[in-house]
């Protein structure tokens, strides 16, 4: 259940970096560690994460894509969550 906390609050931490307009490296930085928290989640509640596993894979993708980005000059980090 901790894990799942960690997800949730790192999220919102990515929310209100997005809103606050923080520089893409920042975003990046938080984006690792919710890939990282959604990890140890998913590997702690193994029932019922068939979603969880698809959006984590989603979103190592996207963070992938925006880290080959960055050094173009990225903006933003692509919404890997529908």
């Known amino acids: 259940m901790d894990e799942a906390r ?7 931490r990515i929310e209100a970096l997005e809103a606050g307009g923080a520089p893409a490296g920042q975003l990046l ?3 690792r560690g919710l ?6 989640w998913v590997r702690t509640e193994h ?13 190592r993708q996207a963070l992938r894509e925006a880290e080959q980005g960055a050094g173009d000059g990225l903006k933003s ?6």
């Open 77 to 82: 980090v692509p919404s890997a969550v529908p």
């Open 35 to 40: 890939l990282s928290d959604a990890e140890a």
């Open 6 to 12: 960690a997800v949730l609050a790192r999220l919102e």
């Open 47 to 59: 029932a019922g994460t068939d979603l969880a596993e698809t959006a984590l894979e989603r979103c």
């Open 29 to 31: 930085e938080e984006v």
